[in-house]
Each structure stands twice: as C-alpha cells, then as structure tokens.
C-alpha cells in the first residue's frame, strides 16, 4: 500500500537541507529512487520513496518550495527526517527538480495555474 508524506518543515545548513516529515515513519524500510513527479492538481511536486511492495510519496506542497529552491541555487545533500530521528537521503534531487522547473515553464500541459506557481517560486530570480 503506498503512503503518502507531507513535508512540514525544513532546515537549512552550510551544505544539507533537511525535510520534515508530517508524522513518524521507519524511512530505513524505503529506498530512494532518485525519482519525482509532478502533481499539477495540488500544486506539488513528488518525490518517490521504493518500499518493496510498491511506491510512497513525499509531497512538496507549495508552501515547501522556497526552501526547495535552495536546491537548485546551492550544492547541497538532501534528506527527509522523520520523529524519532531517523534520516534518508533523497538522492538526485537537484538533477530532478532542475529538470522538472525548466520543463514546466511555457509549458501548457502543467496547466496554467502551476505554471505561473513554478515561475513565481522558482524563476522570478534567475
């Protein structure tokens, strides 16, 4: 069954950016895949964990894209944390986002309301 996680927080350092998770979860039984999606519909993006079985998301709701962007302007080693203090790394996560940003822009398929979202958090700076 694939569960879904909500990012709550996140903090910033020299070289690691680390997300909070929503509630507690073992992140040692998922695998990251290096993977994200886009989510038009809740203004989201998506970041596949490989649990065995099947597939849970990590979900960037709007809220969490200014601190995502630090992804893209900065080298940083990225990790998802959850209570109890357990960590994962989410690899590849700038060479996904940067792929995700530049092709949503002047992109209608994303629908126009994520487009404008994406440009706003993530281009009104470069």
């Not at 927080?9 to 999606?37: C, H, I, P, Q, R």
């Not at 996560?93 to 309301?113: A, C, P, R, T």
């Amino acid at each position: 069954m694939s569960e879904q996680y909500y990012i709550i927080s996140g903090e910033l350092t020299e070289d690691t950016l680390t997300f909070s998770l929503n509630e507690k979860v073992d992140l040692a039984t998922y695998t990251a895949t290096g993977n994200m999606l886009v989510d038009s519909d809740s203004l989201s993006f998506v970041y596949l964990l490989d649990g065995g079985e099947g597939y849970s998301y990590i979900r960037f709701q709007e809220e969490a894209w200014p601190m995502l962007n630090n992804i893209l302007t900065n080298d940083l080693t990225v990790f998802a944390t959850s209570e109890g203090g357990n960590y994962l790394e989410l690899i590849e996560m700038k060479e996904e986002l940067s792929y995700l940003v530049e092709n949503i822009k002047d992109n209608s398929n994303y629908g126009e309301e994520m487009n404008q979202a994406v440009e706003k958090a993530f281009l009104a700076a470069s």
